[in-house]
């Protein structure tokens, strides 16, 4: 029971995203009604054409009969005539009967032919808006459950997508999407077109004859009962079968992601073993679905030539007792052959064809269902602009029950540069993933002037802070797309000499594309340095007043990290800056030098007190400058 309250929730809720297509959807109806309705008449016009026919052909056959009595009756006058006139009177009476009779049969004929002709066009009309029209309502809402997956996708915090796989999350997106499409299709079709179909062919029916109507109510329960329980296993089975192609289209990804070490290390054998190993999960999950679905139908043809063969068989009984006219028997068989029985097999059919789909829907619907574990604070205001501090008071964080940070305490002036050093490990980009947000800490607060961050609108916070990670990563666009992350409605003159100030200017102009070439996917065509060199104009167009700089320089070579630190250096003046950096002789000029070990501040100071104290720092600075 519980299983089909489901079914019946998650068709509600496919169906509820064609709100905004009202119009179009009672457009639709209408049009596949009308058009069911000219079906309906057209079949209803059985009746009289059989009976027509019957009574023609009768009327015939007595009009014979009642010649050759009238012959014998009057033996006396024909015994006079001449046999062979005798004959042709006879063949000339009885021809120009059955010339009337047909003539009276024929005219019956020609006129439910031109109504049903005049039907044709209308017929016509009606089948191609009622199919065009649920196609344009289908696609509108599965464009519509894209738009609002993607728009509810990508609030997600940071820990969201670390805790997944993107290959699985891009398989929800692509197979999922395409199950819910066939799911769509099923209740834009067979859902509304198939029981208009039904309840035309019942009216129709009884009109007929409503004894042998009462006949097929017998079926339906027979068909119902086999089509519900595979119904329940072919969803099963189609949510494990996507689970696995999920699995699938993440081995993929990685495998061709990771092309490089597969060839640098000569595991072409061995992911061609572990993507064999999927590919036959997946086919054995899809196999045992495959085998629901054909038990389905099979079953579903079964009972439909069983129900047909009972159908013809009692009809043949009725009809030989004269207890229904040929006509209401060949109207009542035509309608169950072709609207009754064709609509129950196609929606047994679409019910198990529907669960298959759902199985996709459900999934979609389950991202659909997470709600993002960072958002605003009801009372979250605008952050204007950053005047005194950013302070960190007794901030713990960890990674699933993981301590990463523990009870960090500090407080950075305006236009203070902070350099934060620590061996791998030691929580020094997490750190810095807390004061945009990307995460939350468990406990105690980050604050810009005196205000908790979480009462800060997020956007208004992120405005205020530009990000250059050592995570290099550039969308396949041009140059220019890629430096307008930092600001949207940058000049070409801002980007220009922001591409300057990142020394990259010039490789860009040298390009015969030049602003407008394309850099790759993940800027594959270009080279380490200069693809960090592109995501440093990005942060200099923004301009932000909070600086988040995690291995800056780390990917530049000597010339190119010296004429990006002095753009840097200039960037920074005014501006509250977080650096992270391996190489200590990047940061001996910071106001203040942080310390991480174990998740813990151990340290703090300029590089000459902390060389002075010979402790964690000095060791670092020792160790790196032992050479």
């Known amino acids: 029971m519980s299983r089909n309250y489901n079914t019946i929730r998650e068709c509600t809720r496919l169906f509820s995203y064609a709100k905004p297509h009202w119009k179009m959807v009672i457009l639709t109806l209408l049009c596949m009604g009308l058009f069911t309705l000219l079906i309906g008449a057209q079949l209803s016009l059985i009746k009289p054409v059989i009976d027509r026919l019957i009574s023609g052909e009768t009327t015939n056959s007595l009009s014979g009969t009642y010649g050759l009595q009238n012959n014998k009756d009057s033996g ?46 209308f017929i016509f009309a009606f089948s191609y808006l009622q199919s065009y029209l649920k196609s344009h309502v289908m696609w509108s809402v599965l464009m519509d459950i894209r738009n609002h997956l993607c728009e509810h996708l990508l609030p997600q915090s940071l820990s969201y997508f670390e805790n997944r796989k993107s290959g699985e999350l891009i398989s ?66 189609g949510s494990k079968s996507l689970m696995h192609l999920g699995e699938l289209t993440d081995a993929m990804r990685e ?38 679905k054909a038990l389905n139908t099979s079953t579903t043809e079964f009972i439909y030539s ?9 009809g043949g009984y009725v009809i030989t007792t004269n207890k229904i006219s040929p006509g209401s028997l060949g109207g009542f068989v035509t309608v169950t052959a072709f609207l009754i029985l064709p609509a129950v097999k196609k929606l047994a059919k679409s019910y198990a064809k529907l669960q298959e789909s759902l199985a996709g829907a459900s999934r979609v619907f389950e991202l659909l269902d997470q709600s993002p574990s960072i958002t605003d604070n009801p009372d979250a205001i605008e952050l204007k602009k950053i005047e005194k501090t950013v302070s960190f008071k007794n901030v713990n964080f960890a990674y699933d029950s993981i301590p990463v ?74 140059f220019k797309d890629n430096i307008l992350c930092g600001k949207r409605d940058a000049s070409l003159e801002e980007i220009e000499d922001a591409a300057k100030a990142a020394n990259i200017h010039d490789f ?29 104009a990005r942060a200099i167009l923004k301009n932000a007043p909070i600086l988040i700089l995690d291995e800056a320089t780390s990917s530049l070579d000597s010339e190119s990290e010296m004429l990006v630190q002095e753009a840097l250096d200039h ?44 402790g964690e720092y000095k060791k670092l600075y020792r160790i790196q400058f032992a050479t």
Request: charged share 25%; net charge positive; proline share 2%.
């Open 306 to 314: 069983l129900g047909l063969a009972a159908i013809i068989i009692v």
């Open 508 to 536: 860009i102009t040298s390009l015969p594309d030049g602003y407008d070439a394309l850099v790759g996917e993940q800027g594959v065509k270009l080279s380490g340095g200069q693809r960090q060199r592109v995501t440093i």
């Open 76 to 121: 006396d006058t024909l015994n006079s005539l001449n046999r062979k006139t005798v004959t042709r009177i006879k063949e000339t009476a009885f021809i120009s009967k059955l010339e009337g009779s047909l003539k009276k049969v024929t005219s019956s004929f020609t006129s439910i032919g031109i109504l049903v002709a005049i039907m044709a066009p």
């Open 405 to 478: 940070l523990k009870d960090i305490n500090l407080t950075v002036e305006k236009g203070q540069i902070i350099a934060i050093v620590g061996e791998s490990g030691a929580g020094k980009s997490t750190m810095l993933d807390l004061v945009p947000r990307f995460y939350d800490p468990l406990s105690g607060a980050i604050e810009i002037d005196g205000t908790d961050i979480r009462l800060i609108k997020r956007d208004s916070l992120l405005e205020h802070i530009a990000i250059v990670s050592q995570q290099t990563f550039l969308f396949n666009r041009s």
């Open 255 to 292: 495998m061709f992601s990771g092309i490089r070490i597969v060839k640098a290390f000569k595991m072409e054998d061995e992911e061609i073993v572990e993507f064999k190993n999927l590919n036959s999960r997946f086919f054995r999950r899809m196999m045992q679905t495959v085998k629901a």
């Open 571 to 614: 960037l920074m003046e005014g501006k509250t800056t977080f650096v992270i950096a391996h190489r200590l002789s990047t940061i001996r000029h910071a106001d203040r030098i942080l310390v991480l070990k174990d998740g813990f501040l151990v340290e703090a100071g300029t590089h000459d007190e902390l060389i002075e104290k010979e």
């Open 172 to 237: 929800r997106l692509t197979n999922d999407i395409t199950a819910t499409q066939f799911g769509l299709s099923i209740l834009f079709d067979s859902v509304l077109l198939q029981p208009m179909r039904l309840l035309c062919g019942l009216g129709l029916a009884f009109y007929f004859t409503w004894k042998l109507s009462l006949f097929t109510f017998v079926l339906f329960p027979i068909v119902i009962i086999p089509v519900l329980v595979f119904g329940r296993k072919i969803k099963k089975y």
